[in-house]
Structures are given as structure tokens and as C-alpha cells.
């Protein structure tokens, strides 16, 4: 058994059915690509296995030759995750660019010396997606998102950047139904094993910088969030209450992050409160 499985076995409940679940998927981004006028999707692929996946679950849905994957290394990005990108392209057969981010980076904080790690991998996060959202004009393409559920729940990623994207096909799948999904569709194997990393400074990783595994907030947002459980009933379970308390205030405080822009209501018919229509609306 591998370790996919030893944890599905563990919560059962995390489980999807994978043929269903990549169908379902499949269409639904080919229909928001299609209906929206679009017939090509971009996305930037880091060597993750969330961009991996959404990469895989594209040519699923669009065939090889209407998507394309762009790499935008900087220059302390590890080699690995430049390779890891490189098999998922090679397996895949899309069209792909490479762009390295480092000369704006470092132009931009020439004037910022002091900046810390945060504002730099946010600054890079939000220097890939103008990059994209650029190449998406060139290529009439539709940004297609890489954010899992786990990581939008907590706030996990660079409001506009990494979390930005025009249709998000992991957007309901934990973390864990990632590496489920990314094992059923052949995402390469050095990508599903290594520990996830944003990849933004040295020896960075996510559930390093969390402090907890993607598998243990995972079964506690399946009872917190799809099940509605009490922090009673979690308490039952064997859930220890700081970790109920720290998870939950990182869900309320980056409930913005989850949102559009709150615009300021004057009239009688607002943006987004009572002008509100499909998003296809006319198309």
C-alpha cells in the first residue's frame, strides 16, 4: 500500500471516486472555458503538484495542443522543481515557455533591501500571475487557478497572485484529493512524493511554515467545514482544541482573501449587491 492509500485508508471519508470526479471536472472547465468564448487555457506550472494536476485535468479536458504551461523560475528556485516541471511537460505534450522573474524581482527590491521573505514571495507570486494574465492576451487563453481547498480555506497563497486565476479547477478538492487525483492521472511520481513547497526561499515548505500536515487539516476540515461539527464533537474525535482554535481563526481571518473587492454602496443598484448576474451573462 502506498502512501496515498495508507492515508485514504485512515479517512476513508477523504476519499472521491476518481472517474467520476475527473469527468465532472473535465466538463465543467471545458464548459467556463467555452461559454466565456475561449477555446485555449494557460497556466504556470512550478513542478507542485497542484499546478501539476490542473495541468493534467486541462489536457484532459482540451486536448495537449490547446494548452499551455509556462515555467517562471527565479533565480533561487530549487533545479528540482524546474526538472519537475519539465516531466509534467514532457508527458503531457503541451506547449510551454520558460520566463525567468528575477531581473524584476530583483530591480523592484534593489529599492527595498530590507524586505523580508514574506514580501519578497509575494512580490514573485503576484510577478507570475501578471505574467500570465499578459500571455493570456497573446494566446487568447483563460487563466486556469492551481489553489486546492485546503490552501484557499487557510489562506495559504498571495491574494492576487497564486490565488488568482479565471476558473479553478482544485478549488474543491483538499490537499489530500490532490495527491489521490494527481496519482489516478499519471501525474509523474517525483512530483506526487516530494514535500509540498511554494518554492518562494530555500528549504521552504508548506507544512513546515503551517506547522501541521496537509493530511491532519485535512480530516479536520472535513468535519469542520463539510460536516459543520461543533467544536464539541471534534473535541469527541480526538482533535486537541488549539489546533480546532488556530485552523478555525486562520478560516475567519482570510475570509477576504476568499472574496471580490467590497465596493462601497451609494446607489440603488451596486455592483456585486443588487446588480448581480451569471457570469456568462450575454455570452
Known amino acids: 500500500m502506498n502512501k496515498i492509500e495508507e492515508m485514504l485508508a485512515r479517512a476513508p471519508y477523504l476519499r472521491v471516486n476518481e472517474k467520476l470526479t475527473v469527468a465532472i471536472l473535465t466538463r465543467a472547465l471545458r464548459e467556463e472555458v467555452e461559454k466565456a ?3 485555449r487555457v494557460i497556466l504556470g506550472l512550478s513542478g507542485g503538484i497542484d499546478s501539476a494536476l490542473s495541468l493534467y485535468l486541462c489536457v484532459e479536458a482540451f486536448g495537449k495542443d490547446r494548452v499551455t504551461a509556462v515555467r517562471m523560475p527565479y533565480k533561487t528556485s530549487s533545479p528540482s522543481s524546474l526538472a519537475d516541471a519539465q516531466a509534467a511537460i514532457d508527458d503531457t505534450g503541451v506547449e510551454s515557455l520558460t520566463i525567468d522573474i528575477t531581473p524584476q524581482i530583483d530591480a ?8 523580508t521573505p514574506l514580501r519578497r514571495g509575494n512580490k514573485m507570486a503576484r510577478e507570475r500571475m501578471t505574467i500570465l494574465y499578459d500571455l493570456s492576451a497573446q494566446y487568447n487563453a483563460l487563466v486556469i ?3 486546492n481547498k485546503t490552501e484557499l480555506l487557510l489562506g495559504y497563497g498571495t491574494q492576487y ?3 488568482a486565476s479565471a476558473v479553478n479547477p482544485l478549488g474543491d478538492l483538499y ?3 490532490v495527491r489521490q487525483l494527481s496519482a489516478y492521472l499519471g501525474v509523474p511520481q517525483q512530483i506526487i512524493n516530494k514535500p509540498p513547497s511554494a518554492d518562494l526561499w530555500q528549504d521552504q515548505t508548506d507544512e513546515g511554515e503551517l506547522g501541521f500536515s496537509y493530511f491532519d487539516v485535512d480530516r479536520l ?3 469542520l467545514i463539510d460536516c459543520r461539527y461543533t467544536r464539541e464533537q471534534l473535541s469527541e474525535l480526538g482533535f486537541p482544541s488549539d489546533f480546532v482554535e488556530g485552523v478555525t481563526r486562520r478560516i475567519v481571518r482570510n475570509q477576504y482573501k476568499r472574496r ?6 451609494l446607489g440603488d443598484r451596486t455592483i456585486g449587491v443588487d446588480f448581480r448576474y451569471l457570469r456568462d451573462w450575454g455570452l
Open 145 to 147: 487557478g492551481t489553489s
Open 260 to 265: 471580490l473587492p467590497v465596493i462601497l454602496k
Open 175 to 177: 490537499k489530500t484529493q
Open 37 to 39: 468564448g475561449f477555446d
Open 108 to 115: 523592484y527590491f534593489e529599492r527595498f533591501p530590507d524586505a
Open 161 to 163: 497572485g497564486d490565488m
Open 221 to 223: 476540515l472535513y468535519y
